[in-house]
């Protein structure tokens, strides 16, 4: 087995002072995203029952780790929820995706925050932010 191949197998673990800035930046980003939620009048029960909803992209996961990871990843970064609030401001008609846009980003930051990061073709455990499970507690400290 040469260097580049058992590179490939396990990713790279970020040094834990940028793991914690990327964390904080997702408290900052649920913080700031919650209080617009607020400040749009929707209901905090709306909030509540689509929070999750992101979460079932994981089902790309049945297909493969490859195809879970992209489909994850692609509903999990911050492009798409930035798209729906650009949209929700620019096009007449559209305010009311504004609070679809705010709850999608708020879900993101706190998986960032609680250390669940975009995922690698590795596996669901490894992310941007390190290994995630029982085996991950050394790495995200």
């Not at 980003?29 to 079932?56: C, K, M, N, Q």
Request: with cysteine; glycine share 10%.
């Amino acid at each position: 087995m040469n260097d580049s191949t058992s590179a490939e197998m396990e990713p790279e673990v970020l040094p834990l002072g940028l793991r914690r800035t990327l964390r904080l930046e997702g408290l900052a980003i649920a913080a700031v995203a919650a209080a617009l939620y607020a400040r749009t009048g929707a209901s905090w029960w709306l909030f509540a029952a689509l929070w999750l909803v992101p979460d079932l992209s994981m089902l790309g996961y049945l297909i493969n780790a490859c195809w879970g990871a992209r489909i994850y990843n692609s509903i999990h970064s911050y492009a798409a929820p930035a798209m729906l609030a650009a949209c929700a401001l620019l096009l007449p008609g559209a305010g009311h995706l504004l609070p679809f846009a705010l709850i999608w980003a708020n879900h993101i930051a706190v998986d960032r925050l609680l250390g669940y990061g975009l995922k690698s073709p590795q596996g669901f455990g490894w992310t941007h932010l390190g290994r995630v499970g029982r085996t991950s507690k050394a790495t995200l400290s």
